[in-house]
C-alpha cells in the first residue's frame, strides 16, 4: 500500500501565492504518475495536473501559467506552486498518486483546503 502526505493549505488573499506538497510513503517505487485533484462543494473533482516519472505533465486550461508542477522522484514528493490565486481557484485539492495504466491513480491523500478571498 502506498500512503500519501499533502501539506501547504491555507487561507490567501487574490493575487497571492501557496505551494502544496504531497509525499508518497510505503510502496512508492510502484508510483508513476502523480498529480492534483480539487474538488469545490456541489462540484465533480476535476483534474489539476499530472507528473510522471519521466517529467511529462498534464496541466488544466484553468491553471495554465499560473500553476506549476514539479516533482522529485528520489524522495516521491510532488509540489503544486499555485501562483495569481483567483477566488475559483477555492477547493478541496487532493494528491493523487498511481502507476502507469490509468490516468486517475488508485492512492489518494486526505486532502488539504485552498481558499482565496476576493
Known amino acids: 500500500q502506498v500512503q500519501l502526505v499533502e501539506s501547504g493549505g491555507g487561507l490567501v488573499q487574490a493575487g497571492g501565492s501557496l505551494t502544496l506538497s504531497c509525499a508518497a510513503s510505503?510502496?512508492?517505487?510502484?508510483?508513476?504518475?502523480m498529480g492534483w485533484y480539487r474538488q469545490a462543494p456541489g462540484k465533480q473533482r476535476e483534474r489539476v495536473a499530472t507528473i510522471t516519472s519521466g517529467g511529462l505533465t498534464i496541466v488544466a486550461d484553468s491553471v495554465k501559467g499560473r500553476f506549476t508542477i514539479s516533482r522529485d522522484n528520489a524522495k516521491n514528493t510532488v509540489w503544486l506552486l499555485m501562483n495569481s490565486l483567483k477566488p475559483e481557484d477555492t477547493a478541496v485539492y487532493y494528491c493523487n498518486a498511481g502507476g502507469s495504466r490509468t490516468l486517475i491513480g488508485k492512492y489518494w491523500g486526505q486532502g488539504t483546503q485552498v481558499t482565496v478571498s476576493s
Open positions: 510505503g510502496n512508492s517505487e510502484s508510483i508513476i504518475r
